[in-house]
């Protein structure tokens, strides 16, 4: 889900690390994760305890897949303060997908555990890791390898690469080769090939399957024309 805005210059580091005056996109990342409390005779502030969990536990994956493993690492008390404390800030909405569960740790405590479906606004995160100085703008451009499967008509090509250049992450695209039903693209981005690849999944449900192929190489083969049944001309 995208909202269009207007952003002044003056909000430019809130946005996307694109290098832009402003940006009329303000994207919503969704994530599936679970939350975690020691059950106390307190339902209510159990709950609570696994929903705050749960909150860092969202934001901790999108952060996972702005910044480089050594940053996580080094900062990670930083981020913790910074970030993590107030992840609550960054949560549009969310829903309770499954009731709680209840379950023994190694210990003998017992567990509270909710899943949650969390919808997290990238914008001001994005920015405060900005502002942090653990995001750096100028050091967040990637090349990703996007390899198109099955698509055979051009215009449907064209409409898919339409929309992935129109994705604020994605700064240019252009062509390495193309067959029948295969295009081989490289796309500019900012941040990393996995965020890509979820921003994807979002934007492409229901149409194309999508693989991380190492480090670098995304799949997009179409599902759609393949579903399609033969019409036989009788």
């Given at each position: 889900m ?14 996307f690390?694109?290098?832009y ?5 303000t994207?919503?990342?969704t ?9 106390s ?6 709950k ?8 860092k536990?969202?934001v ?12 996580l ?46 919808k ?7 920015a ?5 100085g653990v995001?750096?703008?100028?050091d ?7 390899a198109?499967?099955?698509v ?7 409409n ?7 994705l604020?992450?994605?700064k240019?695209i ?5 067959d029948?039903?295969?295009f ?7 941040g ?23 480090q670098?190489t995304?799949?997009?083969k179409n599902?759609?024309?393949i579903a ?7």
């Amino acid at each position: 889900m995208r909202r269009r805005v207007c952003i002044p210059f003056a909000f430019f580091l809130y946005f996307f690390l694109c290098g832009y005056v402003y940006s009329k996109v303000t994207d919503i990342v969704t994530v599936n994760v679970v939350g975690v409390a020691v059950l106390s005779q307190n339902e209510a502030e159990t709950k609570k305890d696994a929903l705050e969990d749960a909150f860092k536990k969202a934001v901790a994956k999108v952060v996972e897949a702005l910044l480089p493993e050594e940053i996580l690492e080094s900062d990670s008390g930083f981020i913790e303060w910074r970030i993590y404390s107030k992840a609550n800030v960054y949560i549009v909405n969310y829903v309770i997908t499954s009731k709680p569960k209840i379950t023994l740790s190694d210990t003998g405590e017992s567990i509270y555990m909710l899943s949650i479906e969390a919808k997290i606004d990238i914008t001001p995160l994005k920015a405060d890791l900005l502002n942090a100085g653990v995001l750096r703008e100028d050091d967040r451009v990637f090349k990703v390898i996007l390899a198109i499967l099955d698509v055979t008509d051009y215009e449907e090509f064209s409409n898919l690469k339409t929309r992935i250049e129109d994705l604020d992450m994605v700064k240019g695209i252009s062509y390495v080769s193309f067959d029948r039903g295969r295009f081989i693209l490289l796309a500019d981005i900012t941040g990393s090939a996995r965020f890509l690849r979820e921003r994807l999944l979002e934007e492409l449900a229901g149409e194309f399957e999508i693989a991380m192929i190492g480090q670098n190489t995304l799949t997009l083969k179409n599902i759609v024309s393949i579903a399609k049944p033969l019409e036989i001309e009788e």
